[in-house]
């Protein structure tokens, strides 16, 4: 869980740098204001919606076109994601005052990034550095399951998937995060690394409204009436994280894409919590319901002084790494 936690930070933070506009300060008039040669950008976004998120694999399990499934991110009617499967809003007012100050850039932007070219050194150690600093986040996703994937299109960009060939795997999730920031290099990345986050979210992480769906008891229309059983749920209420006997969370993350080098055709590879000074997370999780939503909860769960390790080759060390590569 702690693993996962961290992860959804690093890709909530991928998605607000993607999927925006930007307003830029060329480096004449940042040079007049600060003193020094660079590019500000003020992201002013406070919400963005995405309706539907498939990723596709084109052969499935067994290796054949024939085969081929999708995760499906979709609405799920209800609250946020009524109508959308991804919906990330900024802790703001209409006006673009912040609601909530403890979670809101002084800018009333979504992120600020100061942006600057360095020669480095040594022989080719030139790199760009990105430094960000990313508002507070409301993530709401919605509904996630596996699917049929539609035949891909010739002509058309959109592709869908087989809707009648489609169960439920996560009821959805919102994801609430403090303040953070990071450091992007791109090109020699003397600081280790393409991302580095080390920095402290203030408030601490927060996932609410998690449902875990067994879609295997099923029966009949699975409406839930006499005679067709529903889909079995674990529904948590809430899940809160923070360094242990405090109510902020320390983040420390290192992101980096490996490269081909012999038979392995490279990786993308995240390390957090990697440090002797790390804290140890506590961990709440509020209102645990087995069967359904509906179902009474059996109570709370608290976990105090969690600790990861993983064996980086030499040793096992505090934080955990995690590798995404395909087939």
């Known amino acids: 869980m702690k693993m996962f936690t961290k992860l959804a930070l690093v890709s909530s ?61 979709k609405s799920n009617g209800t609250g946020a994601t009524a109508a959308n499967g991804i919906v990330i ?18 800018s009333h932007n979504l992120a600020d990034l100061t942006i600057d070219t360095d020669k480095g050194t040594g022989t080719n150690g030139a790199f760009l550095n990105v430094a960000a600093a990313v508002s507070g986040l409301d993530i709401y996703i919605g509904e996630i399951g596996v699917s049929g994937s539609n035949a891909a299109s ?14 439920t795997i996560l009821s959805g999730l919102t994801i609430k995060t403090g303040l953070t920031s990071a450091n992007i290099q791109l090109g020699a990345a003397p600081q280790g690394a393409m991302i580095v986050l080390n920095t402290t979210m203030q408030g601490g992480l927060e996932i609410k409204n998690l449902g875990i769906v067994d879609s295997s008891t099923k029966t009949g229309t699975a409406d839930g ?8 749920q ?30 392995n055709n490279g990786y993308l590879r995240i390390i957090t919590g990697s440090g002797a000074t790390t804290p140890k997370t506590d961990m709440y999780i509020k209102g645990v319901h087995l ?32 590798t995404i590569s395909g087939h």
């Open 89 to 106: 809003t900024a802790p703001m007012d209409a006006t673009g005052t912040a609601v909530d100050n403890t979670r809101a850039l002084a």
């Open 225 to 232: 009436t006499t005679g067709n059983r529903a889909a079995g």
């Open 291 to 322: 069967g359904s939503q509906a179902a009474a909860s059996i109570g709370d769960v608290e976990v105090q002084g969690l600790q990861t390790y993983y064996f980086n080759g030499t040793a096992n060390v505090q934080g955990s790494m995690i």
């Open 154 to 167: 010739t002509t058309a960009v959109r592709r869908g998937n087989d809707a009648a060939n489609y169960n």
């Open 234 to 263: 674990i529904f948590l209420d809430s899940i809160k994280v923070s360094d242990a006997s405090q109510a902020n969370l320390t983040v420390n993350a290192a992101v980096s894409v490996v490269g081909k080098e012999g038979s």
């Open 13 to 73: 933070m991928a998605i607000s740098a993607n999927a925006m506009a930007m307003q830029s300060m060329d480096d004449a008039a940042l040079s007049a204001a600060t003193g020094q040669d660079g590019i500000n950008i003020g992201i002013g976004i406070s919400k963005i919606e995405i309706e539907k998120v498939l990723i596709h694999d084109n052969d499935g399990l067994n290796g054949t076109a024939a085969n081929a499934g999708a995760i499906v991110i």
